[in-house]
């Protein structure tokens, strides 16, 4: 049974975007099945990383969404490691919206006194 994932890459800022583009279409054909809709791209560009990262102070970063088999989730993730251009990735279950924070007010202990 397929299940959403979130990756987020950080490309060597050096790389044009064709570039990235190519990757990224190699690494996601290999979770693609038939029947399941492609990867949803986000391009969030280029951005300066908090601390040095294999000597870049910039990465290109990437975020996609996907659904994809547990089983395939490997050998995508050993084609990313073995990818030069790729400085750090991230895979994550995706488990749907985010909760809204509770904001702090008073407490029900509060209103009693």
Do not use: C
């Amino acid at each position: 049974m397929p299940r959403q994932y979130e990756v987020v890459y950080i490309f060597d800022s050096s790389l044009e975007e064709t570039a990235i583009n190519e990757r990224l279409t190699r690494f996601h054909s290999l979770i693609q099945k038939d029947g399941i809709e492609p990867p949803q791209v986000n391009h969030w560009g280029k951005r300066t990383l908090a601390y040095p990262v294999k000597k870049h102070e910039t990465g290109y970063y990437v975020v996609t969404k996907f659904d994809a088999d547990a089983t395939a989730l490997p050998e995508f993730e050993r084609a990313i490691k073995l990818d030069e251009g790729v400085l750090r990735f991230l895979v994550v279950v995706s488990e749907g919206a985010q909760p809204v924070p509770v904001t702090a007010g008073k407490s029900d202990e509060e209103d009693d006194e």
